[in-house]
């Protein structure tokens, strides 16, 4: 019998329509559109606007199209994984508030934070259940609604940051494609630099942490800039050593779009050029856990069976990693 592994068999995404752009976020902030561009490579963002709207309610037509593209019900539907920052609420879990939105009455769920590392521990976390045999369909959802953390009067950090889902479909293949490797990585001495202060158990909301914007992303730019560009390209080079790829052997890497320079250092690493690079950071900014996903989304069509990815990714707390899939279909 061949070895199972989880491949990915669908895809798809979900941006909200409307744009943020440079010369918008110039009228409120102090700051320039080709200081932004300079520094991250980040020309717009999409923001979901809507009173009562939450993560959730990107991920519904981001699934929604992808069962469809499946020709699947969502009742086939066995585990949800949804990697999320921004949860619709602390509990209960996005992904079960999904299930039930989408009508997945046969599949369980829960949340997984990880940060802008989520998506790549959300799969996987997900290929230990395909490759077991306990599951044969799993959904992986990555998405955040980062426009309700954000404090917009805070240059350092708006520019930044978008809205957005992205969604894989995984099952079991026999065929030697799927996720063949995955190296994941934390360190918690890093909270200081990349945090939200408040909200948590440690720091419960109060009138105080309000008033301060303590709900709201806080990040140390340069020092969370020097540790991502050394721990993202040094494991996206890990990866490849460790299953003997060469970047010619490499058809695409797939990184979190956090910073062109960032994405720019990782690429640099392994040896591939841009043309093999998934970029939309200029369109979509930082979306967290619906980078990667939203990438694959938009470059599905370009992608071949058998195509070797490397994914990579690092996140808050400090969370980073990489993992090395061939493409199924």
């Not at 069962?67 to 019900?73: A, D, E, P, Q, T």
Request: glycine share 10%; net charge negative; proline share 3%.
């Amino acid at each position: 019998m061949n070895k199972i592994h989880a491949a990915i068999t669908a895809v798809h995404g979900y941006v909200p329509d409307y744009v943020l752009t440079n010369k918008e976020m110039e009228t409120f902030v102090d700051t320039t559109d080709e200081w932004i561009v300079s520094r991250t490579g980040i020309k717009e963002r999409r923001i979901l606007k809507g009173e009562n709207l939450g993560t959730s309610d990107m991920a519904v037509p981001a699934v929604n199209a992808l069962l469809k593209k499946r020709g699947i019900s969502a009742s086939e539907i066995e585990l949800i994984i949804f990697c999320t920052t921004t949860p619709d609420l602390p509990f209960p879990a996005t992904a079960n508030i999904l299930a039930d939105k989408i009508g997945a009455t046969n599949a369980w769920g829960f949340d997984l934070q990880a940060a802008c590392s989520g998506f790549i521990y959300g799969l996987t976390t997900a290929a230990q259940f395909i490759e077991s045999g306990k599951h044969k369909k799993i959904l992986v959802v990555g998405g955040d609604k980062m426009s309700s953390i954000i404090n917009y009067e805070d240059r350092t950090t708006c520019i930044i940051f978008g809205d957005g889902c992205g969604a894989v479909l995984l099952e079991p293949n026999e065929e030697g494609n799927g996720i063949m490797d995955a190296i994941l990585k934390s360190d918690g001495s890093g909270k200081q630099f990349l945090q939200q202060k408040a909200g948590g158990s440690v720091k419960p909301a109060s009138i105080e942490t309000v008033t301060n914007n303590e709900h709201s992303v806080y990040q140390e730019g340069p020092t969370v800039f020097k540790f991502a560009v050394t721990n993202m390209a040094n494991v996206a080079a890990e990866i490849m050593d460790r299953n003997h790829l060469t970047a010619d052997d490499v058809a695409w890497l797939v990184p979190h779009q956090a910073n062109k320079r960032i994405i720019d250092a990782t690429a640099n690493r392994m040896g591939v050029g841009t043309d093999k690079v998934m970029i939309n950071i200029e369109r979509y900014g930082n979306t967290t856990n619906g980078t990667i996903p939203l990438c694959l989304w938009e470059w599905e069509s370009k992608l071949k069976k058998g195509d070797n990815l490397i994914l990579a990714a690092f996140g808050g707390g400090f969370t980073w990693g990489s993992v090395y899939i061939k493409w199924a279909y």
